[in-house]
């Protein structure tokens, strides 16, 4: 089993910047991928960034490229979401995934873990 744990969501203007946290634990996950998904009201969820553990491939939506990055810490077993010039269409839950293949999915039903969420809300 694989626990995943969000944080680092909260209120932010336009433009402004937040970096998501998720903190990963119960296996070891060098042949994982993890992935940021994020979820509107009256939306399905949606791929944001996705990242392979081991290698360090990166897939991004194309709604948030050049502006998002996802990255990993080996060492601390935590996957981060740099959010810069954020939108106010970027304001949804945001959720961390894993999935025990390392390739970075792009569909919701690629992963099996999930963590809780965490809200993030862009004024404009």
């Known amino acids: 089993q694989v626990q995943l744990v969000e944080s680092g969501g909260g209120l932010v203007q336009a433009g402004g910047s937040l970096r998501l946290s998720c903190a990963a634990s119960?296996?070891?996950?060098?042949?994982?991928?993890m992935g940021w998904f994020r979820q509107a009201p009256g939306k399905e969820r949606d791929i944001v960034a996705a990242?392979?553990?081991?290698?360090?491939?990166?897939i991004y939506s194309d709604s948030v490229k050049g502006r998002f990055t996802i990255f990993r810490d080996n060492t601390k077993n935590t996957v981060y979401l740099q959010m810069n010039s954020l939108k106010p269409e970027d304001t949804a839950i945001y959720y961390c995934?894993?999935?025990?293949?390392?390739?970075?999915?792009?569909?919701?039903?690629?992963?099996?873990?999930w963590g809780q969420g965490t809200q993030v809300t862009v004024s404009s």
């Open positions: 119960g296996r070891t996950l060098s042949n994982y991928a």
């Open positions: 995934a894993a999935r025990s293949v390392p390739v970075a999915g792009w569909r919701e039903d690629n992963y099996n873990y």
């Open positions: 990242i392979t553990w081991g290698g360090g491939r990166t």
